[in-house]
Each structure stands twice: as C-alpha cells, then as structure tokens.
C-alpha cells in the first residue's frame, strides 16, 4: 500500500514514556505544532514539524496525502477494560434505578448481571459477534483503535468458550483490535451457589485449560469483591490462569476494601481496575510492585455514586494510571473514550495530559502492547486520531460532544469511511 | 416538495402538554411503538401506529421514503439559553482552572469574561457569524433544531448590535433556527466600573431602542446576582426592554441567592436561568406565577461545582422545567443537548421522561414557541430526531455517546448530509 502523508496538523499531542517505544508515563506531553506525520507498512516513519518533514523524507509524489484541517492528532484510544459480548438489554433496570431501587435490591429481584448471564447463554455465537461489532463501531466512531473484551457472561464451560470466541469472531471483521480476557470469576452462576468450591474447581480445572488450549484470551481476571470473590479464591483462580499463560488482571476494590489491591501487586499482574474503596496499604502495594491502575470514572458516574477512586492520591505514590469505559450493560453503559476522559479530568481530578496518557500509552502497557501502541512516535504502529480541535486542551475543555473527526488505524483512513471522490 | 414518509420507527416518545399543540408538561410522555410519521410542506400531518397510517393517508406513492432503521424518533432539541456568538478561546484559563485556580482568580487577573469581551470586540461581523455557524453544526449534529442565542460579550452599543446582526446572519445560513436575545447587561464593562449608572443608561436609553427598531432580538436578559447587577438595576433593564416588545428571561440565582426567582416572578419572565442557589420563596413565587426554571447542568458540571440545582424540589412545587447547553467559553464550552440530557439525568436527578420534556416542549415554550415545536404532533413542525437507540431510555441509558442518527428540520433530511444514491 502507498505511505500516508498526514498534513496540516495543528499540533501533535503524544505521551512520553520514560524510554524508547515503551513503558508508563504520567502525564509528560509532547506537542509538537505544525506537524505532519508519515505513516508506511502500517507503521510511523516520522512525526514532527512540517518544516523538517521534507529535508528528512524528500517530496513523496507517491505517497496519498490526508488533510487534518487543522486538527489535533493524537494516539488511537486504547480501552483496556470491556465487557463487550453480552446479548439483551436493562435499560429497565436502569430506569428502575433512577427512580429509587437500589442495584442491589435491583439483583435481588434476579436482575443485575444474573439477568445478563441468562441472555448471553441463551445468544448463539453469531449473535453475540454481531452484537459486539455494533459496539466496535461506536467505539471506532469515538477513537478506540484497541480495546480489551472479556467474558464473563456465561459462567459455564460452553458459554465462557463462546463469548471469547465471539470477541474473535468480531475482531476478525472489524478494524478494532480486541484483547480477550477470560473472566469466568465474575460471579458464582445460579446452579453453583450452594457449592461455590465446584465452580472455582470448573475454572480451574476445565475452562482455563480450554481457554489456552484454543488461544481464546490472553488474560485472566477475577471480581475480588465483597459477597463475589474472596482474595484466596481470587488468587487461586489467577495462578491456575498464569499456569497456563493467562497473565492476570482483576476487579479489585470496586465497592469495598477487600484486599484486592494487595492481591495484585502479590500476583505481579498488569493492572488492578475500579480502586473505589482502595485503601492506602493497598495504593502503597501497587506502587512498590509497578502495578497499573485502570481507572473506570463511568462505573462511578453511571451507579450515581458520587465517590471516585482516590485518583491523585495513586499518582503521587507512583501509581501509573490508565482509563478505561467498562462498556457493560449494568453500570457502565458507554463505549466513549472521550466521555471517560471528560469524566477523568472533571471527576477524578487528572490534568488533560495525564488523562491523555491514560487513556493511551497507560492502556497499552496494561494490556502488554506499551511497545507497539499508545503514543505518537516513529516506530509504533500507525494508530491515529484526528481531533477537530486546536489543540490537546479542547479534549476536555470542549466537552460533550465527539471530537474525533477522523481515524487512522495501522496507517490507513478507517473512520469516517471515505467517500468516493472525499 | 414531496411528502417524507418516515417508516421502521421503534418508537416515538413525544412529550404532551396540557392541551392541544402547547403549554409545559412535566415528564408525561406519550410512547408510540411500530409507527410511522408523514410530513407535508414541513408539518407533521401524521404520527401514530404504522398499521393505521395507510388506513388514513393511502399508499402515497409520490412521497418520498426514509427508513428509520428500527431507531426512536422523539422532538428535535431545543437549547433556549446559549451564548453563541463569541471570539477567542479560552482553554489555557481551563486548564489554570484544573490546575487549582479558582474563576474568580482567573477573572481578577483580567482573565475571565472580561478576555472574551475583548475578543468579541475585535472581530469582525463576519468573523462572529463564522464562529456561530461553526457551533450550529455541531448543535445539528447533536440534534438541536431550535436554539437561543444572547449577545453579551460586547458590552458596548455598537459591539452589542454586530454581535446580533452575526445572530441573524448565522440563522440566514444554517438549518438551525435561532431566536436572539440582548444581553448587554451580562457584565460592567471595563470602562464604565466607576460609573455603573451610566451604563445602565446607555442600555436603557440607546441599545435597546436601536435593537428593537432594528428588530434584531425577541428577548432581554440580565446576569441578576451577587457582584453583578442587582435585583433593582436588573428590574430597570428588563423593564425598558419590555417597553420595546423585548420579553424578559434572565440569569438568577446562580452563585448565590439574589432575589433572582422572585425578580422573574414580579415581571413575568419567560424564564428564570440557572437557579443554583435559589431560595424556597423563590420556587413559590416562580411556581405562583408559572415561570419555567430553565437548568443549565453543563455549567456546574464545567465549573466542578459539585452543587446542582433543587430539580426536584422545583418539580414537586410546580415549576416547569426547561434544560439548556448555556454553550459558552468560560462556563460552559458543549453544544450538545445529549450531554445536558444526560447530566440532566445522573446529577439533577430528572427521570428520563422529565428530562426530554424539559429538553423539547418546555424549552420551546421559554422561547414562546410551544404552539409551533417541541412535541411529535399533527400539526407542528416537522422537527425530528432520529435516534439509534431502540426505545426512549437509552437516551441517558447508553451515555457519553452521540445517539442522534438523523435530523429531520422543516420535514427534509438535514443530517447526516444524504449521499448520493444513499
């Protein structure tokens, strides 16, 4: 394919790793203004200032040309905490909720997630594909160029293997790349309540091996949660995961302090998510173990909460923070990166840099990509976003609305779709 | 033209008021499933079940068709308090802002509106009108129809005035209809801080007559509050205004409670705005006098508040309830009435029902135009929103996203510009 000469770009706004292609930051910027950007074999081969574009790389003639009007380019969104295959719907729940019932009572009446695991085990795979390009292309319309997905929703051998193989299905039609996550610890199902012990055996013993078996995830996750997962439970399921080559992430302190934080930093995995309740031990763990913390400000503002994970506290002791949506269809009903970064500069108190770099460098490093993606820098994969904006600072300051007027995805044009002639 | 047919709608949820084509509602809202809408020279002449619609208007063959893809069609937006037309950009305050600043600092360093009021006056007629059109693509995109749009950031007559004729130049242009409204009493300007009275009088006595003789606003408003103007210097303004055939509306009780409410009261507003602060007798004495609260939770959500204003409170005393963007630099930068609806929501506290009815015929009813828009009836224009979103609830259910798929203005097709052969 021809090289794309991105032109005409206000400025480039990319995070700094503290090396060469790769590892956390928290908050360091670069912009670059009056850059272009040249992109070949899917790759960036040179983002800077157009001026010194053509000394470097020489007049191009063959190269397809892209107009940024003007707008801001920064990386691709990358979300690395999804649960995307899901079939129904509860948004009666929702207004359930709003009109007073508590989630819990909400559950109690056999809604909650449980309703969610009837519709997806009764969803054919297909079904649950489709259902999660739909969600792609939300997400690809506001700037995610990777997302993770888990399971999660089917909580038996059979279900489990088909929601991760629906998120291949997806990814295999769509421009988004998806990371699966094999998260059978997300509940106790229905049949297993009086004998908890038997499902954790199931995980272990029979999905987890089938999952690696047939390459269906990379990760592994658990809610370590009051009244869900214990941290020994928890624990045991995430090294059976690693055994067989799931690195593990999990739901740690979402509604309370149960440990989870602690549990993470023990198990070294790749990022610990939620973080509500954290406690300092918890934040102090972390940090000492380099774990990353994905943060979830829509599970907060959708579940009217009003309480935020203790974000500037984490950042002070060295917590590398990344954002993430949640998409799910109980308490986090959004695929928008951009609505989670609004939400992160204004609830959680991060500057626009550091959300910048949560929802990208961040992100890829939590879901081991920090060297392929997640900044603007000569090297990394072709993974673009055109803003219509001035400059980073309208990423939050103009809210509300969606900025991303173009996407650029392993160097080629994906979103909005071209027009013949455009 | 030829009729537009529009078929394969989930639902319509329109709000009805009290009585035929007009009045406030509060949150009833009426839900059509399987249905089909029929617009002739810009009018809604049916909307109702699709099985009954052949029965009563034929097979239509001259009409021309549009699929709705299964989506809920509801009222075009109506956003009745904006400040559109400005010059400049204040980001680099925003981010001071997040940096720990407060917008009174901000505004004491000669930062703050004062910045605004300088740009505007440096701009061109033609500039400003730019500027408008600009942010009317991104309100029809987000599904507002019918806006307000205030002068103010030019303080002086002349500035007032060009700020204005940009208004209706912008109208002249864009599938967006506007409704303008004076507010050269948004601030002191700079000059006259030690001769307040003066400008007062230059208000009264000189902008005002030249705006209605020149017919250039349908509206006065005043930013009634504590450091600002004062109840009795707000009376004077809107008084003179009136005696023009300017109808008052104004800014009350936002910071603090000034005597706002009360003041739209005595002098029958169309509406009082803000209403943060607003005291217990002044929700009587609006709901007395059947004032409708027009709420602007995008400007407590940008200025990370964290207070809102008594929603409830004023509903269950009666007071209609209207929501706005207040699109602006300092406090407000969103055009999007999704976001309003779904802050609307998450942080008022409005069921979703309320926070359409407050989004479509109340806030038609603030501008005086409850009898032509803001409902899907026989009769009214045939303002429409086409959402993808299979029921009324996922209006605020699937959030932070763009949900509006289609705008029908005046029964044609405005966006998304059709393709050829689309």
């Known amino acids: 394919m021809p090289d794309l000469l991105i032109q005409n770009i206000s400025e480039i706004a990319s995070p700094e790793g503290p090396g060469p292609l790769g590892g956390t930051a928290q908050g360091r910027v670069r912009?670059?203004?009056?850059?272009?950007?040249?992109?070949?074999?899917?790759?960036?081969?040179?983002?800077?200032?157009?001026?010194?574009?053509?000394?470097?790389?020489?007049?191009?003639?063959?190269?397809?040309?892209?107009d940024a009007g003007g707008g801001t380019v920064i990386p691709g969104f990358v979300d690395p905490h999804t649960h995307l295959p899901w079939a129904g719907s509860r948004e009666l729940e929702f207004a359930q909720r709003l009109a007073g019932k508590t989630y819990m009572e909400i559950a109690a009446a056999g809604g909650g997630i449980l309703s969610t695991v009837r519709a997806?085990?009764?969803?054919?795979?297909?079904?649950?594909?489709?259902?999660?390009?739909?969600?792609?292309?939300?997400?690809?319309?506001?700037?995610?160029?990777?997302?993770?997905?888990?399971?999660?929703?089917?909580l038996s051998a059979a279900d489990e293997l088909k929601q991760l193989r629906a998120i291949r299905a997806a990814a295999n039609e769509h421009a988004v790349d998806l990371v699966a996550t094999l998260m059978a610890a997300h509940e106790i199902p229905p049949e297993y309540r009086d004998r908890r012990e038997r499902?954790?055996?199931?995980?272990?013993?029979?999905?987890?091996?089938?999952?690696?078996?047939?390459?269906?995830?990379?990760f592994s996750d658990v809610f370590c949660e009051e009244g869900v997962f214990t941290p020994a439970e928890s624990r045991r399921v995430l090294i059976a995961g690693r055994e067989h080559g799931l690195l593990p992430r999990l739901h740690a302190d979402e509604f309370v302090d149960s440990g989870g934080?602690?549990?993470?930093?023990?198990?070294?995995?790749?990022?610990?998510?939620?973080?509500?309740?954290?406690?300092?031990?918890?934040?102090?763990?972390?940090?000492?173990?380099?774990?990353?913390?994905?943060?979830?400000?829509?599970?907060?503002?959708?579940?009217?909460?009003?309480?935020?994970?203790?974000?500037?506290?984490?950042?002070?002791?060295?917590?590398?923070?990344?954002?993430a949506t949640d998409c799910n269809p109980g308490s986090s009903f959004t695929e928008s990166m951009p609505m989670v970064i609004v939400l992160a500069v204004f609830e959680l108190g991060l500057s626009i840099e550091e959300a910048l770099t949560a929802a990208t460098l961040n992100a890829a490093c939590s879901l081991g990509l920090g060297?392929?993606?997640?900044?603007?820098?000569?090297?990394?994969?072709?993974?673009?976003?055109?803003?219509?904006?001035?400059?980073?600072?309208?990423?939050?300051?103009?809210?509300?609305?969606?900025?991303?007027?173009?996407?650029?995805?392993?160097g080629r044009r994906v979103h909005p779709v071209a027009r013949a002639g455009g």
């Not at 939300?138 to 997905?149: K, P, Q, R």
């Not at 055996?201 to 999952?211: F, H, R, S, T």
Request: aromatic share 6%; hydrophobic share 45%; with cysteine.
């Open 199 to 218: 499902y954790l055996d199931l995980i272990c013993e029979e999905i987890v091996p089938a999952v690696a078996a047939q390459e269906l995830a990379s």
């Open 120 to 154: 997806t085990r009764e969803a054919t795979e297909e079904e649950l594909a489709a259902n999660v390009e739909r969600r792609l292309d939300w997400m690809l319309a506001c700037g995610t160029t990777t997302a993770e997905a888990k399971s999660g929703y089917g």
């Open 261 to 323: 934080a602690e549990l993470a930093a023990e198990l070294g995995a790749l990022s610990a998510d939620h973080l509500i309740a954290v406690s300092e031990r918890g934040i102090e763990a972390m940090a000492a173990a380099g774990i990353i913390a994905t943060l979830l400000p829509g599970t907060s503002f959708f579940l009217m909460k009003h309480t935020y994970a203790p974000a500037r506290r984490m950042i002070e002791a060295g917590v590398p923070i990344a954002l």
């Open 371 to 410: 060297q392929r993606i997640g900044s603007v820098e000569s090297g990394k994969r072709a993974d673009l976003l055109v803003l219509d904006a001035p400059n980073l600072l309208h990423l939050a300051y103009h809210f509300g609305i969606n900025p991303v007027a173009a996407v650029i995805k392993n």
């Open 31 to 66: 912009r670059i203004p009056d850059a272009e950007i040249l992109c070949r074999d899917g790759e960036i081969v040179y983002a800077g200032p157009a001026a010194e574009r053509r000394a470097r790389v020489g007049d191009l003639p063959g190269a397809e040309r892209f």
